[in-house]
T-cell receptor, first 113, second 118 residues
Framework: DVKVTQSSRYLVKRTGEKVFLECVQD?????MFWYRQDPGLGLRLIYF???????EKGDIPEGYSVSREKKERFSLILESASTNQTSMYLC????????????FGPGTRLTVT | AQTVTQSQPEMSVQEAETVTLSCTYD???????LFWYKQPPSRQMILVIR??????QNATENRFSVNFQKAAKSFSLKISDSQLGDAAMYFC???????????????FGTGTRLQVTL
């Protein structure tokens, strides 16, 4: 079974702090994604990576950056957390081709106070 | 850009009954994938069913089936013999087959919360 894990289920940070959200997948997937989930808005793509050190902006990249130094790990960075970044963050991974199915992690609920 | 619309924020169904969740989308492309994902409370999102746009036959997975109407750009999910474990948030999603990079992304609807009652 594909496994996507995220470093924390719940996280509380203060405004202005630098925040790291980590995601690890164990199926050698090329693609990895970071989504933000908000009620009434569904899931929105923040950043996407299709290879090590490769990244592309999604729909809402402002205030975020990412890092992919190893194939299995994709980090989301909030350089200076703000209250409007309080949200559920979901990581996903997929193969480059084939079924295009994305496999999701359990999510990190981040609260910025 | 593609958009996905789920017009039912909440639905309720009695156990053992059938329920249909609606999804419409907007695209100018002819080839694409459509998905229904399920997100149970406090649990991971999982794929329920997938439909390739070039296939006319509606996809089926056990109690889950879709009604794919390409011309109408409609992709509804039917859950038969509903069970308590079907209670979840359901998301409809679109994936383009063109290009690369963020063209590989999924475009999600806003979700439908399904309640299953005894």
């Amino acid at each position: 079974d594909v496994k996507v894990t995220q470093s924390s289920r719940y996280l509380v940070k203060r405004t202005g702090e630098k925040v790291f959200l980590e995601c690890v997948q164990d199926m050698d997937h090329e693609n990895m994604f970071w989504y933000r989930q908000d009620p009434g808005l569904g899931l929105r793509l923040i950043y996407f990576s299709y290879d090590v050190k490769m990244k592309e902006k999604g729909d809402i990249p402002e205030g975020y950056s990412v890092s992919r130094e190893k194939k299995e790990r994709f980090s989301l960075i909030l350089e200076s957390a703000s209250t409007n970044q309080t949200s559920m963050y979901l990581c996903a991974s997929s193969l480059m081709t084939s079924s295009y199915e994305q496999y999701f992690g359990p999510g990190t609920r981040l609260t910025v106070t | 850009a593609q958009t996905v619309t789920q017009s039912q924020p909440e639905m309720s169904v009695q156990e053992a009954e059938t329920v249909t969740l609606s999804c419409t989308y907007d695209t100018s492309e002819s080839d694409y994938y459509l998905f229904w994902y399920k997100q149970p409370p406090s649990r991971q999102m999982i794929l329920v069913i997938r439909q390739e746009a070039y296939k006319q036959q509606n996809a089926t997975e056990n109690r889950f089936s879709v009604n794919f109407q390409k011309a109408a750009k409609s992709f509804s999910l039917k859950i038969s013999d509903s069970q308590l474990g079907d209670a979840a948030m359901y998301f409809c999603a679109y994936r383009s087959l063109l290009g690369s990079g963020t063209a590989s992304k999924l475009t999600f609807g806003t979700g439908t919360r399904l309640q299953v009652t005894l």
